[in-house]
């Protein structure tokens, strides 16, 4: 076994790990500072030693102990009594269950901050170290490290209890986990600032993620639908960039380097998820992005439809970028006068107030419509506003094309 396959492998076992300890001594924290020392012993030893018949098993038995050794040095003689058992643990006693999806609602517990959720999600869940999580998030890692100290320390304070909720709680807390593992996911493909569009160990990880809860909920529409949409996405990164690291806007891209296997599968969970009785947000996203991948050039888009489906996804999720994008659609099908018509019902919106997306989109649009000096000042002022140095080149290189001419 590689390098590479011992790093999958004990990252695929860690959150079941971790969930298997929370579940009996409840301990999130120390929980997992002993995985962590158990994965690191297990990066030493099976190298050299081999792999476990049982690596699970293997993992579960040292974490447990480590988690012995520091009650021990930590708790009262009542303590250490009970805790005593948790050392007899072999691995032929270790459940076949999986708890990823159970530390997944841990960890996207409501008491948390969307931020926190994200953060705590990544380490404990994604197996991220704190320093990975903080680059990632251009924050300094004591910063970071402090956010995920608090959220134990909230969900800790709440007395959450490692189960299920049930019923409309259960779906709610679905809808965090899935909002979360989305949230990951567009950082990676789009970071929000920093030299790099996108940042592909984010993407990576919340793609395997969305696939251990769809494993765990395969009819799920919403689960399979966040699925899709992230493979369809995802699909296309080769082509949004040129070799220098330039933006590549979705017209222009070379479609012909989209990974089709990605697409196929996507496209394919797209149709699964719209088969279910209900409609919900991550279904129609995903319809709208395999839209996109049907079309083999971008003149062949089916802009009626994924105008369409922004409609329908405008009525049941309103949000003012399902309206931006939809002034997209809109000035493809109808022409950029009526896409400049839909995008000044946003400009009351304080959520979209000096939004580069919202300067740029209108940027182009009145570049089409002929008002050259207009797209002008509104893609400087894009690029102002954008922290992304990827946006900020093309944005700024629009504008400098529009003062040649």
């Known amino acids: 076994m590689t390098a590479p396959d011992f790093e999958d492998l004990l990252r695929d076992l860690t959150p079941q790990v971790l969930g298997t300890l929370v579940r009996r001594h409840g301990r999130f924290e120390g929980c997992e500072d002993a995985v962590q020392e158990a994965v690191l012993a297990a990066s030493v030893q099976w190298p050299e030693e081999g792999v476990p018949d049982n690596p699970r098993g293997w993992l579960v038995t040292v974490a447990a102990r480590r988690l012995v050794d520091q009650i021990r040095r930590d708790h009262a003689r009542r303590e250490r009594e009970t805790a005593t058992t948790a050392a007899e643990v072999v691995p032929e006693e270790v459940p076949d269950t999986d ?10 517990h409501p008491s948390l901050t969307a931020a926190s959720q994200t953060a705590l999600t990544l380490r404990a869940v994604g197996g991220l170290t704190t320093a990975e999580i903080a680059r990632a998030f251009l924050v300094p890692e004591a910063t970071m490290a402090a956010r ?4 134990k320390q909230r969900i800790r304070a709440a007395g959450s ?27 990676g493909y789009t970071a929000s600032s920093g030299s790099e569009l996108h940042r592909a160990d984010l993407a990576h990880e919340a793609i395997r993620l969305a696939r251990m809860v769809h494993a765990q909920l395969p009819e799920d529409g919403e689960v399979t639908g966040l699925l899709s949409l992230m493979l369809l996405t995802h699909a296309r990164r080769a082509a949004r960039t040129t070799a220098a690291g330039d933006l590549v806007p979705l017209a222009e891209q070379d479609r012909s380097t989209w990974e089709r296997d990605l697409l196929d599968e996507g496209t394919a969970l797209a149709k699964a998820a719209l088969a279910g009785p209900e409609l919900g947000p991550y279904q129609l996203q995903a319809a709208i992005a395999a839209t996109h991948a049907d079309a083999a050039t971008a003149e062949e888009t089916d802009w009626a439809q994924v105008h369409a489906l922004y409609l329908i996804l405008e009525r049941i999720a309103p949000n003012p970028m399902v309206t931006l994008n939809r002034a997209v659609a809109l000035a493809e099908r109808d022409g950029p006068k009526a896409g400049l018509a839909l995008l000044a019902t946003l400009d009351g919106d304080q959520r979209m107030a000096g939004h580069h997306r919202l300067l740029s989109v209108r940027a182009h649009l009145l570049e089409r419509s002929g008002d050259r000096a207009g797209a002008y000042d509104h893609y400087r002022r894009a690029a102002k506003a954008t922290a992304s140095l990827a946006e900020q080149r093309f944005l700024e290189a629009r504008a400098r094309r529009l003062q040649a001419q």
């Open 99 to 108: 708890d990823t999806l159970l530390l997944l609602f841990l960890c996207c």
């Open 148 to 151: 995920i100290s608090r959220a």
């Open 161 to 187: 209890s490692f189960a299920l909720p049930e019923g409309a709680e259960r779906e709610e807390r679905l809808r965090v986990v899935l909002h979360v593992l989305y949230l990951i996911f567009n950082e």
